[in-house]
């Protein structure tokens, strides 16, 4: 340890032996450097600070805190002395930076600071969060007093959405800005099934939550179930059967033809049938005619 200096200047009044005085102690690492006798509401403001060689006075502290002199005595307490240490000017530290692919190593000398890159690194897909020592930012207001390196950190601001289409048709992926919501696609189209939802990790998705990962969107189907519709001419011409997907129309309606009658309309159950029933299961439709040349009065 260095050479110690120590210089206390205090105006003592001399007073009643019934005035209240506290004692209060200076010490350095553990070691008494000078107790005073200080009258009760009085302040250690007229202290003039130590001095060791090598070192220079920060504080006084007192429980680990550092202690106001202005503030009124008014108990026994022990100071202790807070020092840091004098920069050596002929010594230099590596600081090194690491931008992922390549390193930059500079001098700077005990006690200066580094200077922080004017521009920032830069990686696809990625926005530039700062330098790091290990989990911390650093900040380039501290003294150099030690080598170390600086890691460039990012953080992906750009994600991929990849649509599982499970055999379907369609968009099958985009790249989007973090954080945002992707655009719907039209739905995807898979032979002998109808397109139910889109799905992420199990969970319905109805594309009104944002996404901050790359993401798998899957396409759920469900198995097509068909009917057939039979068509009874009652005598006319010969019409071949019609298959449905369950909960559909027919999109259009053929004309039989049976001599001597006019086709009027299909019938089922012996009412009309109109095309934008929906089909739920197998049905046979049995046409309606008018005989040619009856007059309706």
Request: proline residues 4%; aromatic residues 12%.
């Amino acid at each position: 340890m260095g050479k110690k200096h120590f210089i206390i200047i205090l105006l003592l009044t001399l007073t009643a032996c019934s005035m209240k005085t506290y004692t209060v102690t200076f010490v350095d690492d553990n070691e008494k450097l000078l107790t005073v006798k200080v009258k009760k509401g009085d302040t250690l403001g007229n202290i003039e600070n130590p001095s060791k060689d090598g070192y220079l006075f920060l504080s006084w502290l007192k429980d680990g805190l550092e202690f106001n002199t202005n503030n009124p005595i008014n108990e026994d307490m022990t100071l202790e002395a807070s020092w840091t240490e004098v920069p050596d000017p002929t010594k230099s530290y590596m600081v090194t930076f690491n931008f992922g692919d390549e390193l930059k190593t500079v001098s700077v000398k005990e006690g200066e600071k580094v200077a922080e890159p004017k521009s920032a690194p830069k990686k696809e897909k990625h926005k530039f969060l700062g330098w790091y020592v290990g989990e911390t930012l650093y900040d380039f207001d501290t003294p150099v007093t030690k080598n170390f390196t600086l890691i460039a950190k990012f953080e992906k601001n750009r994600i991929n959405i990849k649509y599982d289409l499970d055999g379907g048709s369609g968009t099958l992926e985009v790249e989007i800005e973090k954080g945002t919501i992707p655009s719907k696609p039209k739905n995807p189209i898979k032979f002998g099934y109808t397109f139910k939802e889109w799905m992420i990790d199990g969970e319905v998705y109805n594309f009104d939550k944002t996404l901050d990962k790359d993401t798998t969107i899957k396409a759920i189907y469900e198995a097509n179930i068909y009917y057939t519709i039979k068509f009874d001419s009652d005598g006319g011409n010969e019409i071949g059967s019609e298959a449905v997907i369950s909960g559909n129309s027919l999109t259009s309606l053929p004309t039989p033809e049976k001599e001597g009658y006019t086709f009027l309309y299909w019938t089922y159950n012996n009412e009309e049938f109109t095309i934008d029933t929906k089909i739920t299961e197998d049905i046979t439709l049995v046409a309606k005619y008018e005989e040619k040349g009856i007059n309706n009065w």
